[in-house]
């Protein structure tokens, strides 16, 4: 197995400020079976690392993941949810779910929502019995700690109105109700991965106000909102970091050829504009900007915490930015974009979808290790990556073989190569899909 390169022949980091961290969370990934190859074949590679604790056959499908909750391990396929025994792999409940559904973990929960804007149902992972459902037709966006519910995007019903309410996420007593005029409560968070609700700050972002400027940042725990209403036109990201409501634009303007993504920052409790800057997103090999400051397969929106994110800078190196002040807090002087990582660490790659790996403390920016490049091309359909506090995990294909590396933290040794595709990872455990084969396949989970 190999082990890191020393951090002094790798990234070195120019420090600008030192602030404090949020949260971050662990990982559902998606598996791809079935077409996740490439165009050559080369010879298959010995798998390395411990045996399987334990395995099961499951139905093969593009959206089977796993994710765990306490001693939960919980599948979530195309058409059904399986909770496991995580000790043993002991089937504990299934469930039937239609087609078009979303699936979260939250408070220790299984929030499965059965269309984009139709019932929600909250499950005990260990039982499966329902503790509370919302039998209503409505937007959800579900934390940590909540679950926001709106009223449906008929246009027709904007002079009617809507409201606005916050149920907690463990009994769905409410917690407040407001008056909305406008269709959106705001759904993107930094650091969130899926399938793990976020945790919220203090403010979460809504739309109250008239149509011209209807955002607003609501007090997470009554619902009041701050003086202060923006108009966020930017057409990717809107957000609420503190008091501070931003908006972010990936689409460089025309002629602009250095990947850039335009922020505005509003002032939450005037509406007056705090301050506007610009990050960069990353470049694929072939110099495309990737737009996005993390790579979808990672399962982000955006990779940080608090108020930090990463991105890259017009030089082609990795940064953390913060948005509540709008200044870069660390830079790296190598080249590298950030393609996953939590509220502790970045993992960095020499290109959007090749090359090298590097893990950076997200605080400082200083190396932890590096690792060869893996093989595995960002631009395969089976391309996924994970960071949790103790494990790196990234998956690809090399030619139609898919393969799964799983790294440590703390030292960059590699603890092991498995064939197929990344389902998920935790903090001690990873597990496999493999050996497709019609209308089944098999998963393994490993301890690590």
């Not at 080369?42 to 001693?71: D, F, T, Y």
């Not at 979260?104 to 984009?116: D, H, P, W």
């Amino acid at each position: 197995m190999r082990g890191p390169t020393r951090p002094e022949d790798t990234v070195a980091v120019r420090h600008r400020l030192r602030r404090g961290l949020g949260l971050g969370g662990t990982v559902l990934l998606v598996a791809c079976l079935g077409s996740c190859t490439d165009a050559s074949a080369p010879a298959v590679l010995p798998r390395e690392g411990p045996p399987a604790s334990w395995s099961l056959s499951i139905a093969s499908g593009p959206q089977n993941s796993v994710s765990s909750v306490g001693q939960v391990v919980v599948l979530a396929y195309e058409s059904l949810v399986v909770a496991v025994s995580r000790s043993g792999g002991k089937e504990l409940w299934r469930r039937p779910v239609p087609e078009d559904y979303s699936f979260s973990i939250a408070s220790g929960l299984v929030v499965i929502q059965e269309t984009n804007e139709g019932p929600l149902e909250v499950v005990d992972p260990a039982t499966g019995s329902t503790r509370w459902r919302s039998a209503k037709p409505a937007r959800f966006v579900v934390t940590q700690d909540a679950v926001y519910s709106h009223c449906d995007r008929d246009e027709s019903k904007y002079l009617k109105g809507c409201s606005i309410t916050s149920r907690d996420v463990r009994n769905g007593r409410e917690r407040w109700n407001i008056h909305s005029q406008t269709f959106d409560v705001n759904d993107k968070f930094i650091g969130a991965r899926a399938p793990y609700a976020p945790i919220t700050g203090p403010y979460v972002a809504a739309g109250i106000g008239e149509r011209d400027r209807p955002w607003a940042a609501l007090d997470v725990r009554s619902g009041r909102p701050l003086r202060g209403r923006a108009q966020l036109e930017r057409g990717w990201y809107n957000l609420a970091v503190g008091r501070t409501l931003i908006a972010t634009d990936h689409d460089p303007r025309l002629g602009d050829q250095r990947c850039t993504v335009s922020i505005v920052a509003v002032n939450a409790d005037t509406g007056s504009k705090k301050w506007s800057g610009s990050v960069f997103s990353g470049r694929s090999k072939a110099g495309e900007c990737q737009k996005t400051l993390v790579p979808r397969a990672a399962g982000m929106i955006l990779i940080g915490a608090g108020s930090r994110i990463a991105a890259s800078t017009d030089g082609g190196t990795p940064q953390v930015f913060d948005l509540a002040t709008g200044r870069t807090v660390w830079e790296g002087t190598a080249p590298g974009v950030p393609v996953d990582g939590d509220r502790r660490t970045l993992l960095v790659r020499r290109y959007a979808d090749e090359g090298g790996l590097t893990l950076l403390d997200f605080a400082s920016g200083r190396v932890r290790w590096s690792a060869p490049d893996p093989g595995l091309s960002g631009q395969s359909a089976s391309w996924k990556s994970s960071v949790t506090s103790r494990l790196v995990a990234v998956s690809g294909a090399a030619g139609d073989r898919p393969h799964v590396l799983v790294y440590r933290v703390s030292d960059g040794q590699r603890l092991g190569r498995f064939p197929g595709w990344l389902a998920g990872l935790g903090e001690d455990w990873v597990a496999v899909i493999h050996s497709a084969t019609g209308p089944t396949s098999t998963l393994d989970f490993m301890r690590l």
